[in-house]
């Protein structure tokens, strides 16, 4: 199932490429407010469907374009985004990947991350490990603040949180010796994978933005949460990811500024 991931992230992956020098032929629309989709999202998405459908046509799919496809009681759900990193693609910034994601009963089990630009293939499989072109994956030993640089997400399409995020970041900002906004989160879960980040936290994902990136964090030996450091980050869209030292030392410092609807939004009322 892992190499059929792979072999549909690469497919969509030709996709992205091949438009790099073309975006200003694209139809690009507006879902929301800052949040777009081209026909490149579309095509990618529809290429990663039709391989898995092929293979595995008794499974469900959840797609960020096309919502859920195949059998709603299926056991296994691809959880997919074909184009993490929309935004960035049609600026012609560098960082952007395809992010698939398996579920099995309601856990995740298998994540690949494919960077087409840099051709680096991230994936994990439950109790397997996590790689980078085949090479296994720990998350760093940083044990404190000081020396760390971290990743996050700014809330840019609902900003009711950012007066919360702008507390967090000032925070961890103090002894961090940097903290980068790449913009996309499945590239940042991996970075956090592979040790270019220490950590990473944002606040408003959904479920395909992070599926493939989470099991990615744990199968190199990371720590994944929700903003209170439960494991409610599917339901909730935020998380917080380091290993197991500095994970804790970022709770402590973020949750100070979770304000009444914050902690609403991760469900303690």
Not at 154 to 175: C, E, R, T, V
Request: aromatic content about 8%.
């Amino acid at each position: 199932m892992l190499n059929i991931a792979i072999r549909a992230a690469r497919a969509a992956g030709d996709i992205i490429v091949r438009a790099t020098d073309r975006v200003d032929l694209l139809n690009i629309s507006a879902k929301s407010r800052n949040d777009f989709v081209s026909d490149v999202d579309r095509q990618a998405e529809h290429e990663i469907v039709n391989i898995l459908q092929r293979a595995y046509p008794t499974h469900a799919v959840l797609g960020e374009e096309h919502g859920e496809q195949g059998p709603a009681d299926s056991e296994y759900v691809w959880v997919i985004d074909p184009l993490d990193g929309t935004t960035n693609f049609l600026h012609g910034f560098p960082q952007f990947a395809v992010s698939i994601g398996q579920f099995y009963r309601g856990r995740i089990e298998r994540g690949v991350v494919y960077d087409p630009i840099k051709q680096e293939l991230f994936t994990a499989q439950r109790g397997a490990g996590a790689a980078l072109n085949n090479r296994r994956l720990r998350v760093t030993q940083q044990k404190g603040m000081q020396g760390a640089l971290l990743g996050t997400g700014i809330p840019f399409k609902d900003q009711s949180f950012l007066d919360a995020y702008l507390g967090m970041l000032k925070s961890l900002l103090k002894d961090a010796a940097g903290i980068r906004r790449a913009g996309s989160a499945a590239l940042d879960l991996a970075y956090v994978a592979c040790g270019r980040f220490d950590g990473f936290w944002e606040i408003g994902l959904q479920q395909w933005d992070m599926a493939a990136g989470v099991l990615l964090v744990q199968e190199a030996g990371g720590i994944v949460s929700d903003l209170e450091g439960r494991d409610k980050y599917f339901e909730t869209g935020s998380i917080v990811c380091a290993n197991p030292k500095l994970h804790g030392i970022m709770l402590e410092l973020i949750q100070p500024h979770l304000t009444e609807a914050l902690r609403y939004r991760t469900g303690q009322h």
